[in-house]
């Protein structure tokens, strides 16, 4: 079964970095594309990187473009989130989510569970 | 930018009530429209992907519809689990989600 299990969360200092892991098993994860996604304390979901199967293809959203850089290792099967110069407001758990996509869909089919990021002085 | 407008932004509704939640797209997304479920302390759950297709797993009571710039998701009859909050997506130009439906228990 597909399983997405995230680290690297914890508390930490405006202006500093943090780098978030996701594992991935059971599917052919070079084969998928890859999302991080967030959701801080109360509130909705937002939408942050993207990663195409061969690590090719980047994109961001606008409130973490050229502080987060989204990478991957097929060969361990891992995506990571590396954050910099971060922001109160990144305060949020940040899930990893498995790309399905075609000429006529495109959806997040498997989630991990989540790590907490805080940032606080 | 699109942005995903959804209402209500909260109900209270009954077991056995028909739930219909409206979800609009700020430009036309052609059928670029998922639904997901997530319950409190627990990740997003896919529940509809294209507008109208159910994942697999997820009850038939749960269907979507609609074109363009609006959008529905209809229980047609809520069960004690589907106590949730509801988010729409868009994925027809990058990723947006609205920003949440919670349907409570009356």
């Known amino acids: 079964q597909v399983q997405l299990v995230e680290s690297g969360g914890g508390v930490v200092q405006p202006g500093r970095s943090l780098k978030l892991t996701c594992a991935a098993s059971?599917?052919?994860?070079?084969?998928?594309?890859m999302h991080w996604v967030r959701q801080a304390p109360g509130k909705g979901l937002e939408w942050v990187a993207v990663?195409?199967?061969?690590?090719?293809?980047?994109y961001y959203a606008d409130s973490v473009k050229g502080r987060f850089t989204i990478s991957r290792d097929n060969s361990k099967k891992t995506v990571s989130l590396q954050m910099n110069s971060l922001r109160t407001e990144d305060s949020a758990v940040y899930y990893c989510a498995k790309r399905r996509s075609s000429r006529y869909e495109d959806y997040f089919d498997y989630w991990g569970q989540g790590t907490l990021v805080t940032v606080s002085s | 930018d699109i942005q995903m407008t959804q209402s209500p932004s909260s109900l209270s509704a009954s077991v056995g009530d028909r739930v219909i939640i409206t979800c609009r797209a700020s430009?036309?997304?052609?059928?670029?429209l998922n639904w997901y479920q997530q319950k409190p302390g627990k990740a997003p759950r896919i529940l509809i992907y294209a507008v109208s297709n159910l994942q697999s797993g997820v009850p038939s009571r749960f269907s979507g519809s609609g074109s363009g710039t609006d959008f529905t998701l209809t229980i047609s009859s809520l069960q004690p689990e589907d106590f949730a909050t509801y988010y729409c997506?868009?994925?027809?130009?990058?990723?947006?989600f609205g920003q949440g439906t919670k349907v409570e228990i009356k």
């Open positions: 430009q036309s997304i052609s059928s670029f």
């Open positions: 997506q868009q994925s027809y130009i990058t990723w947006t």
């Open positions: 059971g599917f052919t994860f070079r084969s998928f594309g």
């Open positions: 990663i195409s199967d061969d690590g090719s293809n980047r």
